[in-house]
């Protein structure tokens, strides 16, 4: 019997990043939000390990600008370009 294959895909973005917020949160107040991110991708990653499996990482790049240092130890590919940097403005 063939087994199935899938493919997940992770964007990595704080919850107030996400379109569905984009009316109630500025961009400009990003700043000033509670930062989130590297703490729940973190448990993420343990997770993903725990059981054995693999993602492709999309990091939003506001996110990879203000954490450097955290994407490499992460070790989380780092897409970076204008259309990840501001794709939710």
């Given at each position: 019997?063939?087994?199935?294959?899938?493919?997940?895909?992770?964007?990595?973005?704080?919850?107030?990043?996400?379109?569905?917020?984009a009316?109630?949160?500025?961009?400009?107040?990003?700043?000033?939000?509670?930062y989130?991110?590297?703490a729940?991708?973190?448990r993420?990653?343990?997770?993903?390990?725990?059981?054995?499996?693999?993602?492709?990482?999309?990091?939003?790049?506001w996110?990879?600008?203000?954490?450097?240092?955290?994407?490499?130890?992460?070790?989380?590919?780092?897409m970076?370009?204008?259309?990840?940097?501001?794709?939710?403005?």
């Amino acid at each position: 019997m063939d087994s199935i294959r899938n493919a997940l895909t992770i964007d990595v973005e704080d919850y107030f990043q996400v379109a569905a917020l984009a009316e109630a949160v500025r961009r400009d107040d990003w700043e000033s939000m509670e930062y989130r991110v590297e703490a729940n991708t973190d448990r993420l990653l343990e997770l993903l390990d725990r059981f054995d499996t693999h993602a492709t990482f999309f990091t939003l790049g506001w996110v990879a600008e203000r954490s450097p240092s955290w994407c490499g130890e992460s070790a989380l590919p780092v897409m970076k370009s204008p259309a990840t940097a501001t794709a939710i403005s």
